[in-house]
């Protein structure tokens, strides 16, 4: 069965730091990986997403997420936090052989400190 | 419209009523999902259209739900017989294609639902 895992409720990172939010997933076929942000009242916000090709993903508002296969990750990441970045963010995993539906993990806050 | 539309935003119903949410989901979309987000949880899919055929209904929780999108647009989930477990934000995302191989945007969400069963 296809699973994601958020292993931190929370991050807390002070502006200007780098910020690393994590995520691994669990899949029968080859995954589609996507990162989505949620602010507070507000519907889920596209990031970004992996399919295939290079392991490092860039998408919007200066966040990256790194592709790992053999650790079967896909940690999101940002060298500079601002304090506007401070969201819940949801990484989610498309299993390509089980359907077109998106698996999403539990959540993580990010918390940034000016 | 430029994004995916829910009605209404927020919904109070007394345990045993009937609901019925909206979505428009943006013109020319082929897929359409439904989940349902939980305080403090992520989303769980409910269903999946494709046009107006439901391809998938696996995530929906009892016989109490229902989904339908009669012209492959604008779609409906209904829940009879409200329950407190049933409180909830619906969210609803449209995608223009069954794949999205090669395409740079995710599906895209509406602001959802708020239901509240009392």
């Known amino acids: 069965a296809q699973s994601v895992a958020q292993p931190e409720d929370q991050v807390n990172v002070a502006e200007g730091n780098p910020l690393t939010v994590k995520c691994t997933y669990s899949?029968?076929?080859?995954?589609?990986l996507f990162w989505y942000v949620q602010y507070p009242n507000r519907g889920l916000q596209f990031l970004l997403k992996?399919?295939?090709?290079?392991?490092l993903v860039k998408g919007s508002y200066g966040f990256e997420a790194e592709f790992n296969k053999s650790q079967t990750s896909f940690h999101l990441k940002k060298p500079s936090a601002l304090v506007s970045d401070s969201a819940l963010y949801f990484c989610a995993v498309r299993d390509t052989q089980a359907g077109t539906a998106l698996i999403f993990g539990k959540g993580t806050t990010l918390s940034v400190s000016s | 419209g430029a994004g995916v539309s829910q009605s209404p935003r927020y919904k109070v119903a007394k345990r045993g009523q009937d609901v019925a949410l909206r979505c428009d989901p943006i013109?020319?979309?082929?897929?359409l999902f439904w989940y349902q987000q939980a305080l403090g949880q992520g989303p769980e899919f409910l269903t999946y259209f494709q046009n107006e055929a439901q391809l998938d209904k696996s995530g929906l929780p009892s016989d109490r739900f229902f989904a339908e999108r009669p012209e492959g647009s604008v779609s409906t989930l209904k829940i009879q017989r409200t329950q407190q477990e049933d409180s909830a934000v619906y969210l609803c995302?449209?995608?223009?294609?069954?794949?999205?191989?090669?395409?740079?945007?995710?599906?895209?969400f509406g602001s959802g639902t708020r239901l509240t069963v009392v």
């Open positions: 992996y399919i295939t090709g290079d392991n």
């Open positions: 995302a449209s995608s223009l294609s069954v794949g999205d191989r090669g395409r740079r945007d995710g599906y895209t």
């Open positions: 013109s020319g979309h082929v897929s």
């Open positions: 899949v029968s076929g080859n995954p589609y």
